[in-house]
């Protein structure tokens, strides 16, 4: 194994953390953009639904990759999976800022499931962003056993958002 110079990503985790979490929670005080926007935003939801779907796929890819000790490929899909979660970033915020929040229609049971994933999923989105961004840079500052400890925790948890996002995505669409 070769010498890897150990970087202090501190002030980015923190900083990208606050800055993500505070941002999403400001959109939705925002009031709806009553402008033009020159195309259907109601698209930006399922965009949202296939970057998370995304996001999962690399992120199995990734655990099976390092279940099989190819830490080459295991970065290359933990890489891709950082893409395809920031695309889905993007197109987030955008969709959130020029449009008010939908609201689930469903009655009955139904309801009771969509608010308890919606609601653990927005609570664990939250989580990941600082363990996602913690559990790279160990890895990348080749911190094997420090970034084994909380791949373990950090894996199970963005696998879950990444596939609830899509869960809520379908379960919310026929109101858009």
Same mark, same amino acid.
Request: aromatic letters at 16%.
């Given at each position: 194994?070769?010498?890897?110079?150990?970087?202090?990503?501190?002030?980015?985790?923190?900083?990208?953390?606050?800055?993500?979490? !505070?941002?999403?929670?400001?959109?939705?005080?925002?009031?709806?953009?009553?402008?033009?926007?020159?195309?259907?935003i109601t698209l930006l939801p399922l965009l949202n639904a296939v970057f998370n779907s995304f996001t999962f796929v690399f992120l199995v890819a990734a655990l099976i990759f390092?279940?099989?000790?190819?830490?080459?490929? %295991?970065?290359?899909?933990?890489?891709?999976?950082?893409?395809?979660?920031?695309?889905?970033?993007?197109?987030?915020?955008?969709?959130?800022?020029?449009?008010?929040?939908?609201?689930?229609?469903?009655?009955?049971?139904?309801?009771?499931?969509?608010?308890?994933?919606?609601?653990? %999923?927005?609570?664990?989105?939250?989580?990941? !962003?600082?363990?996602?961004?913690?559990?790279?840079?160990?890895?990348?500052?080749?911190?094997?056993?420090? %970034?084994?400890?909380?791949?373990?925790w950090t894996m199970p948890i963005w696998l879950y958002v990444s596939l609830t996002g899509v869960v809520v995505y379908l379960m919310i669409s026929p109101y858009y």
């Amino acid at each position: 194994m070769t010498d890897v110079k150990q970087r202090n990503y501190t002030p980015w985790i923190v900083g990208l953390s606050i800055a993500v979490n !505070v941002l999403v929670v400001i959109l939705f005080f925002l009031p709806e953009y009553s402008g033009d926007v020159g195309f259907d935003i109601t698209l930006l939801p399922l965009l949202n639904a296939v970057f998370n779907s995304f996001t999962f796929v690399f992120l199995v890819a990734a655990l099976i990759f390092i279940k099989q000790k190819n830490i080459k490929l %295991h970065k290359r899909f933990i890489f891709a999976a950082f893409t395809t979660t920031a695309l889905f970033l993007v197109s987030y915020v955008t969709y959130h800022g020029l449009s008010e929040s939908t609201s689930f229609g469903g009655d009955g049971i139904i309801r009771s499931i969509y608010f308890f994933i919606l609601i653990s %999923h927005i609570i664990l989105a939250a989580a990941i !962003v600082p363990l996602a961004l913690i559990t790279v840079t160990r890895g990348l500052n080749m911190q094997v056993a420090k %970034h084994r400890k909380i791949a373990r925790w950090t894996m199970p948890i963005w696998l879950y958002v990444s596939l609830t996002g899509v869960v809520v995505y379908l379960m919310i669409s026929p109101y858009y």
